[in-house]
C-alpha cells in the first residue's frame, strides 16, 4: 500500500527554543562586554603608547638631551614636584634615580 504524496508529512520545523534564544543573548552579552574592555584598555593605554612611539622615534642624542634638561636630585624632589614616576626617556629622568632599572624612576612606594 502506497501512500499518496499528499498524504506525506512535511519535515517538521526547529523551532526556537528557549534555551537556544538564552545562548544567544549570553552570545551578545559576551560580544558587547569585550568590546567595552577592548574599548576601555586602549583608551587608558593610548597616552602611554604615544609617549613610548615619540621616544622610540628619537636619537639617542636627543633622547639624552630630553632626559637631561631636568635636574631631580631625589626621588623626594621628583614627587614634590608632581612628576614622579618618570619613565626613561622623559625629563628628569636618570638612571641613579632607577633603582630596579626597569625604565621606571622613582616609583611609588610599596
Aim: net charge positive; proline share 6%.
Amino acid at each position: 500500500m502506497q501512500r499518496s504524496s499528499s498524504a506525506r508529512r512535511a519535515p517538521a520545523r526547529r523551532r526556537h527554543t528557549p534555551k537556544r534564544q538564552e545562548s544567544r543573548g549570553s552570545f551578545r552579552r559576551t560580544v558587547v562586554s569585550l568590546s567595552l574592555i577592548t574599548g576601555a584598555a586602549t583608551w587608558l593605554l593610548a597616552p602611554d603608547l604615544k609617549s613610548l612611539w615619540a621616544q622610540s622615534t628619537l636619537s639617542p642624542e636627543a633622547l639624552k638631551a630630553r632626559e637631561t634638561a631636568v635636574f631631580y636630585a631625589r626621588c623626594d624632589e621628583a614627587r614634590a614636584a608632581g612628576v614622579a614616576p618618570m619613565r626613561r626617556g622623559e625629563p628628569g629622568y636618570r638612571e641613579d634615580l632607577d633603582g630596579d632599572s626597569d625604565g621606571l624612576a622613582c616609583e611609588p612606594y610599596r
